[in-house]
């Protein structure tokens, strides 16, 4: 798939654990970066490199030797603003972070880089597409627009690609998704029934398929910022009763279940829907 080596940072996390074997089963040369290298997955003829704390000082130089491509997913989110550090240390991560590895892909001959945004970039809207201005309302937010901004100004780098994704579900996602699966895993009711909301995900798998596209493409038409998820938006009862479904337990107080609990990923079903990036269709 890829004749360079490809720097995956964040290789530890929700994301990076399934991007990276994806990448290597399509033929990729892998580094993984991350603060501590016993953590990063172990995987056949990749490199893991420790980086150490990110932000405005981290040296990137071991981890972008030989790169040629830069995916940038490591960053903070899913932590309350106090216990982070408050709104500058945000910052310190997710912008300063962000901005210095891409000058250090720069010096290093890096020719193309996907930072892994956020559609939080976009605010609280009902709806929204790749035309909507930003409006972001918190910390985390605030810290993913500034970092988009500082790579849309840069000058004379990689191409950079930036990717805003919804709630992104899998196995073993966090925040809200994994706050949520805890209420599901009881035999208490839920009253989601009659909400008749309609929101955008993006399956794990969908994601990484979207990398994969993106990589694929000539520089050119991967250069850019996309809105990316799921093509079918879905309700807050829909999610409840599939993520119900998947753990075994029975949708409404005084049902029967279904049985012995599933040991298959709650929210895999959203495979079989596809991601939208239309420019690279």
């Given at each position: 798939m890829l004749a360079g080596r490809v720097l995956i940072t964040g290789a530890t996390g929700f994301v990076g654990r399934a991007l990276a074997p994806a990448l290597a089963a399509r033929g990729a040369r892998l580094t993984l970066a991350g603060r501590d290298p016993d953590r990063l997955p172990a995987i056949e003829g990749a490199r893991r490199v420790g980086i150490g704390p990110l932000g405005p000082d981290t040296d990137w130089t071991a981890a972008l030797d030989e790169a040629e491509v830069v995916i940038h997913l490591a960053g903070i989110a899913h932590v309350p603003e106090a216990a982070a550090g408050g709104e500058a240390a945000y910052r310190r991560v997710n912008r300063d972070g962000t901005y210095r590895l891409y000058g250090e892909a720069r010096r290093a001959g890096v020719g193309r880089f996907v930072f892994l945004s956020s559609a939080t970039v976009l605010g609280e809207r009902a709806a929204c597409d790749d035309?909507?201005?930003?409006?972001?309302?918190n910390a985390y937010a605030r810290s993913k627009h500034e970092a988009e901004q500082a790579l849309e100004s840069a000058i004379g780098g990689p191409a950079v690609t930036i990717l805003r994704p919804p709630l992104v579900?899998?196995?073993?996602?966090?925040?809200?998704?994994?706050?949520?699966?805890?209420?599901?895993?009881?035999?208490?009711?839920?009253?989601?029934?009659?909400?008749?909301?309609?929101?955008?995900?993006?399956?794990?798998?969908?994601?990484?398929?979207?990398?994969?596209?993106?990589?694929?493409?000539?520089?050119?038409?991967a250069r850019g910022t996309f809105l990316v998820g799921d093509r079918e938006p879905v309700s807050s009862s829909a999610i409840a009763a599939g993520l119900?479904?998947?753990?075994?337990?029975?949708?409404?107080?005084?049902?029967?279940?279904?049985?012995?609990?599933?040991?298959?990923?709650?929210?895999?079903?959203?495979?079989?829907?596809?991601?939208?990036l239309p420019m690279l269709a």
């Open positions: 035309a909507s201005p930003p409006a972001p309302a579900v899998g196995p073993g996602a966090k925040g809200n998704l994994a706050a949520l699966l805890r209420v599901l895993d009881t035999p208490l009711p839920v009253p989601l029934g009659r909400i008749a909301n309609r929101r955008t995900l993006l399956s794990l798998a969908n994601l990484c398929a979207c990398v994969e596209a993106v990589l694929a493409a000539p520089p050119d038409r119900r479904d998947g753990l075994g337990r029975a949708r409404r107080a005084g049902t029967r279940g279904r049985g012995s609990r599933s040991t298959a990923p709650p929210v895999e079903p959203a495979r079989r829907l596809r991601y939208s």
